[in-house]
Nanobody, 123 residues
Framework: QVQLVESGGGLVQAGGSLRLSCAAS????????MGWFRQAPGKEREFVAS????????YYADSVKGRSTISRVNAKNTVYLQMNSLEPEDTAVYYC????????????????WGQGTHVTVSS
């Protein structure tokens, strides 16, 4: 069993930056692919970014590519999402997800999910 706890959300002005963190519990957590998703009010949850277990392969949604960086520190069982040049359209609840075999995240699914952290970008 893996538990995921997100942090780092908040209110930021357009053009600003935030770094989201996802702390994972469980000894095997560092061997899982990890990803970030978001769900804006009235919209479906969407994929944002993912990273493989070793941190060597990353994927990004077109909407955040070039503005965001996903990374991980396995010694800390923590995954990060650095978001820059934030736009009001980035306002959403951001969720962290773990994928045991690394085959689900880009399809919008995961094996374990956090509770989410709110990000609000004001114009």
């Amino acid at each position: 069993q893996v538990q995921l706890v997100e942090s780092g959300g908040g209110l930021v002005q357009a053009g600003g930056s935030l770094r989201l963190s996802c702390a994972a519990s469980g000894r095997a957590a560092s061997s899982y692919a990890m990803g970030w998703f978001r769900q804006a009010p009235g919209k479906e949850r969407e994929f944002v970014a993912s990273i493989n277990d070793r941190g060597s392969i990353t994927y990004y949604a077109d909407s955040v590519k070039g503005r965001s960086t996903i990374s991980r520190v396995n010694a800390k069982n923590t995954v990060y999402l650095q978001m820059n040049s934030l736009e009001p359209e980035d306002t959403a609840v951001y969720y962290c997800a773990a994928d045991v075999f690394g085959t689900k995240l880009r399809a919008g699914r995961g094996d374990y999910w956090g509770q989410g952290t709110h990000v609000t970008v004001s114009s």
